[in-house]
């Protein structure tokens, strides 16, 4: 396919922050949101990009968007659902909360909260929580990841199932429309399976671009957690899926 200058443009800013926006754009391009759609279409219809409701996502399907970018990705709406997760959790209580920019939004909005055991595998969370004296903070060993702070591999397995906690908190890189949560680092998903297996209540927090996105290995089925926070279902069958298998589903937009 040919693309214009201004495509090759909106592509490589796609792949460098891993979402772009029509209406970003059209500033951006000093052109009118008709003509950024259209850039869009084209390029989502070369299978370069995604469709998102007011965008496109880079699709990245090996490989996840880089940690700075995927903190930019719906940040508001990232901050919605942290602050919809930490109402769910009353002071006084254990916790795990695993890697990811959506967890460190539940992080940052349980600040508040007294008396908490916090487990985690993601060196953000622990690094934000630690000054604060009303929540212990217990870090996982392992492999620090460099690209994020993760905390990953078999010592990371091992350390996790020493615990048996009241909530998880965990995320996912992509939703598959079969209800398969899905991720990127093999490593990764072994800690966060360890994670679920070890929470009486498993909290799923997914902004609504996971939905769009693809990642090739899996970490679970939706109908393992008890709750999930988004800020939009967009999938009609995950939203049959959570019915039927009685998820809680909670829409932040809605």
Known sequence: MYLSG???????LAKAEGRVLVEELAQRFSVTPQTI??????????????????????????????????????????Q?????????????????????TTTEAVGEALLD???????TNNIN????????????????????RGSDGGIVGEAAVDFIKQFKVDFAVIGASAID????????????????????ANARHVILVSDSTKFERTAPV??????????????????????????????RLIETEA
């Open 6 to 12: 201004r495509q090759e443009e909106i592509l490589e």
């Open 37 to 78: 759609r259209k850039d869009l279409n084209d390029l989502c219809d070369a299978r370069v990009l995604n469709r998102i409701h007011g965008g496109a996502i880079f699709p990245s399907g090996k490989e996840n968007v880089k940690y700075d970018a995927r903190r930019q990705i719906a940040a508001a709406e990232k």
């Open 80 to 100: 919605a659902i942290g602050r919809a997760a930490a109402a769910l959790i009353p002071d006084s209580s254990s916790l795990f909360i695993n890697i990811g």
């Open 113 to 119: 909260h007294k008396e908490l055991m916090i487990i």
């Open 125 to 144: 969370v622990a690094n934000r929580l630690r000054i604060f004296p009303s929540i212990e903070v217990v870090i996982a060993g392992g492999v620090v």
């Open 177 to 196: 429309s079969d209800g398969a949560l899905l991720d990127f680092d093999y490593r990764e998903v072994k800690v966060a399976q360890a994670i679920i």
């Open 218 to 247: 899996r970490i679970g089925h939706i109908s393992q957690v008890q709750t999930f926070i988004t800020d939009r279902c967009i999938t009609d069958n995950v939203r049959k899926i959570c019915a039927d298998q009685g998820v």
